[in-house]
């Protein structure tokens, strides 16, 4: 079975805790402050190994943590980074973010951050001033990002076989390549994609067998819908159509699936195609070369080929590699002079960086009942999980930097009045403001 869904837990590592500590010299009775810093959490990371076949082994752990990142330590010796978790994936990975965000991963060793570490807490020597010479209070760390993320996987294959169920895209790939794909004489025999190389002189060219699809297939019908996903990478799709299929008629059969890859989207209508008449054996040839003529006729700008294909003899294997290898040499030469089109005239840009207001430097002041206050704000609630508000120089400071921020002003605004409390995330506490 193909694993080609996942849904994972990540969890970046909480930074270390600065360290409250002074120097203890021999012949110097009063050192001053020498607390480290902590160090920051470990990220959990998706790395690209180009050895996964599919997403099977995140269906038996689910739950990735990065490590904790160490406590600082006196003599200003700052705590170590937390190690990584690393989290192997296969190419073709798509990664919906903790922050809705779309990340693909495409070529080995490639890597993206998924949960980001807490930063470490500041030690007591980075509090010291001229007015505050021997703090007795450091920064605790923060919690790493953590939560739920969704992966999914797109195969990366050159070509998609297409086509209704028991069309003998399986016979096909198994014929073409090394591959052993199930193969009967009843529909929906393949209930997952299947890989195969077709091997060049110069290249190999990867082909992925998609399970039928069946008339409803994009609005999840049928077998083929969970797989659809999977032909957006291929650039050139080869159809196989039953000259003579038990039920329809080869010409419904073709626009129906056409209509499956126009309904589903994401541009498979406008792949490049190859049209291969299978199972021509089974007609006399001159009705196959008749069909194939018609067929050229009435095909599209976007039908590179029509070719007719026996099932048991392999006649015509060796016409439908060259024009595979033709297509796709085509199709790349169109995507270069599209890049080309698309790419910026060359021209002196101005390096410059924009500053705008991040979301961790506003807050807002509301009324909570009783004589409370909320203040709510990232950047608040950050700054009051950093410290122990038990401590009353802790305390001291972070009156301190609300008044420079501006949110005592703004209490006062709005109406506090002493001996009121301020909520700010889980703490409750009072202060005197004047």
Not at 83 to 103: C, H, K, M, N, Y
Not at 148 to 177: C, H, Q
Not at 391 to 412: F, H, K, M, T
């Amino acid at each position: 079975m193909l694993y080609d869904k996942a849904k994972i837990y990540v969890e970046g590592g909480r930074g270390g805790d600065g360290v409250v500590s002074f120097r203890r010299e021999a012949h110097v009775p009063r050192g001053g402050p020498d607390g480290g810093d902590g160090g920051r959490g470990g990220e959990v990371v998706l790395v690209c190994d180009e050895g996964r076949r599919d997403l099977s082994s995140l269906g038996r752990s689910r739950h990735f943590r990065a490590a904790r990142g160490a406590h600082g330590q006196g003599s200003r010796r700052h705590g170590e980074r937390g190690d990584e978790q690393v989290v192997r994936v296969p190419a073709g990975t798509v990664i919906f973010g903790l922050d809705g965000s779309t990340t693909e991963l495409m070529q080995d060793g490639q890597r993206a951050v998924v949960a980001r570490g807490g930063a470490g807490g500041h030690g007591n020597k980075r509090f010291a001033s001229a007015t505050r010479q021997s703090p007795r209070f450091a920064e605790r760390g923060l919690e790493g990002e953590s939560g739920w993320i969704e992966l999914r996987l797109k195969l990366l294959a050159d070509v998609g076989l297409i086509g209704m169920p028991n069309a003998g895209k399986s016979s096909l790939l198994a014929t073409m390549t090394r591959a052993a794909p199930k193969v009967a004489d009843y529909p929906f025999t393949t209930l997952e994609p299947a890989l195969g190389a077709i091997v060049l002189e110069d290249r190999q060219i990867v082909l992925a067998d998609i399970p039928g699809l069946i008339e409803g297939a994009a609005e999840g019908q049928g077998l083929g819908h969970e797989f659809l996903a999977h032909v957006e990478r291929c650039r050139l799709l080869v159809h196989l159509v039953e000259i003579e299929p038990p039920d329809g008629d080869p010409e419904a059969n073709y626009e129906a699936v056409r209509q499956e890859l126009a309904d589903y989207g994401a541009g498979l209508q406008r792949l490049p195609e190859i049209v291969a008449l299978s199972k021509a054996d089974l007609v006399p040839p001159e009705w196959s070369e008749e069909l194939v003529a018609e067929w050229s006729a009435r095909s599209g700008s976007g039908v590179a080929a029509v070719l007719a294909i026996p099932a048991a003899t392999g006649a015509g294997l060796d016409d439908l590699r060259r024009a595979i290898a033709a297509a796709l040499t085509q199709a790349s030469a169109h995507a270069a002079r599209a890049a080309d089109a698309d790419a910026p005239e060359a021209g002196f840009e101005a390096e410059h960086r924009v500053y705008r207001p991040g979301e961790e430097e506003g807050f807002d002041v509301a009324p909570a009942g009783d004589g409370r206050w909320r203040i709510t704000g990232r950047g608040i609630e950050l700054l009051f999980s950093r410290h122990d508000l038990s401590n009353p120089e802790a305390l001291d400071y972070l009156e301190s930097r609300l008044r420079e921020i501006g949110v005592i002003a703004a209490l006062q605004r709005a109406g506090f009045e002493r001996g009121d409390e301020v909520l700010v995330g889980e703490a409750e506490f009072e202060f005197d403001p004047s």
